[in-house]
């Protein structure tokens, strides 16, 4: 039996839950693939820490070195996270001719062309499932199964954190405050959650993703993001009145010879098969001009599940490499598109202002609206005192139109405040 070799960079959760996924199912695996998988080394900087793993003190090692210049190894797995030093490790990996496996969507939306032509150049593999979704396989389904697609959209919740803090607001009437201090005791959450609560986190996974789907080169940083931290639960509470649920979407799609892409909260209707997604579940729904609408849905974090997507790579290319095919290498991350960058686009929006309960408000509102061609769709006014709320579903505009004509509104004093502007999906 043929023995392939592993070295682990970092011994947080994902590598836990990596090896004990192998542990767990090592016989099962080796029947499978005839091919004993043997993880030989994990940098582990703080060996004094209790994992929850039971591993052989002398599988640790204290010098990264130790991993990227074995001759013995490999595959070099990476789960130390960020952007540095992890590109440099894994850098160095593909030049030495070993095969990489990383969960790291933040080096991948960042360094992910220079790395995948290191690949390339050294004729090894660089696989990343677990980078986005968790334990979802979206990126084998993409690169195999869907591949004879030209995809048109993806709509997705790939953040367990932040979606686990909406789930909670909307089903319990919770607070934003209290969830996301739920969300760090359960493990959901990071003792500094702004990558994800910011949407960071999501714009990363959406720039891999946009790479796989369209070919597009399009940095996390020119994402238009929006995070959670400004929903409020009047707004989830209204947004149910429009028979919506609020989530926070990475939204990406194909227009003529344009892409547009997003990150913010989205009013998703409850018809829609990604509004009873919840908790810390992720759910990626996409649109191919032969498959038509497929989603894939999953835990999006935890060890185990992540685990499970690591291992998955791994054993890929344990086999490959027992049938000497590991070498035949196809590019994964594509950056070959023609397509043009176009930001947000154009969507429907949904806005909650506030104004005073004066005669002839209303129609001002509507006709700077329409002074900027701004028409509504729906209009609510909830009960009020002094101070009106006013409610609007805004049919498709550009988000910088609509910014200018709440702008004119505020300055010509028809508005006191502008306190939401969400996108909708119809």
């Not at 592993?6 to 011994?11: F, R």
């Not at 999953?298 to 791994?314: H, Q, R, Y």
């Not at 344990?318 to 000497?324: L, Y």
Request: aromatic share 6%; glycine share 8%.
């Amino acid at each position: 039996m043929k023995t392939v070799k592993v070295g682990v960079l970092g011994i947080g959760n994902v590598a836990t839950g990596t090896y004990k996924t192998l542990q767990l199912n090592r016989e099962k695996i080796q029947k499978s693939t005839g091919v004993d998988i043997v993880i030989s080394k994990i940098l582990n900087r703080r060996p004094d820490v209790d994992r929850g793993i039971d591993v052989d003190p002398g599988v640790y090692v204290q010098d990264v070195n130790l991993i990227l210049d074995d001759p013995e190894i490999d595959i070099v797995v990476e789960l130390i996270g960020g952007i540095e030093p992890a590109t440099e490790y894994m850098a160095k990996a593909l030049a030495n001719g070993k095969h990489v496996v990383t969960a790291n969507k933040a080096a991948l939306a960042v360094n992910g062309k220079m790395l995948q032509n290191l690949a390339m150049e050294n004729k090894v593999m660089l696989r990343f499932e677990a980078s986005v979704g968790g334990g979802i396989p979206v990126i084998n389904a993409i690169t195999t199964a869907l591949r004879s697609n030209d995809f048109d959209e993806i709509l997705g919740i790939v953040n367990g954190t932040t979606n686990y803090i909406l789930t909670q607001m909307t089903d319990n009437g919770s607070d934003y405050d209290s969830v996301l201090k739920d969300a760090q005791e359960k493990g959901f959450a990071e003792r500094d959650p702004s990558g994800d609560v910011e949407g960071h986190d999501v714009a990363n996974k959406l720039s891999v993703l946009m790479s796989l789907v369209f070919g597009a080169d399009i940095p996390p940083s020119d994402i238009p993001t929006q995070g959670i931290t400004s929903v409020s639960k009047v707004d989830i509470n209204y947004a149910t009145q429009f028979g919506c649920k609020i989530k926070l979407i990475a939204a990406a799609r194909k227009v003529g010879d344009t892409v547009e892409c997003e990150v913010q909260p989205t009013l998703i209707p409850l018809t829609h098969p990604i509004a009873s997604v919840n908790n810390e579940f992720n759910a990626i729904f996409i649109t191919g001009n032969a498959v038509d609408d497929v989603m894939f849905y999953g835990k999006g974090a935890g060890p185990l599940p992540t685990g499970s997507a690591v291992m998955g790579d791994i054993i890929d290319i344990a086999c490959a490499i027992d049938k000497g095919s590991a070498f035949d290498m196809q590019p994964v991350l594509r950056y070959d598109s023609e397509l043009t960058f176009a930001g947000e686009g154009v969507n429907q929006y949904y806005v909650r202002l506030s104004v005073e309960d004066k005669p002839g408000i209303l129609g001002k509102i509507s006709s700077t609206f329409g002074n900027f061609g701004i028409s509504i769709e729906s209009m609510m006014q909830p009960k009020h005192s002094e101070i009106v709320p006013l409610l609007f579903i805004i049919h498709e505009t550009k988000r910088s139109v609509l910014d200018d004509a709440l702008a004119d509104l505020v300055a010509n004093n028809y508005v006191k405040s502008v306190d939401s502007v969400m996108k909708v999906v119809k």
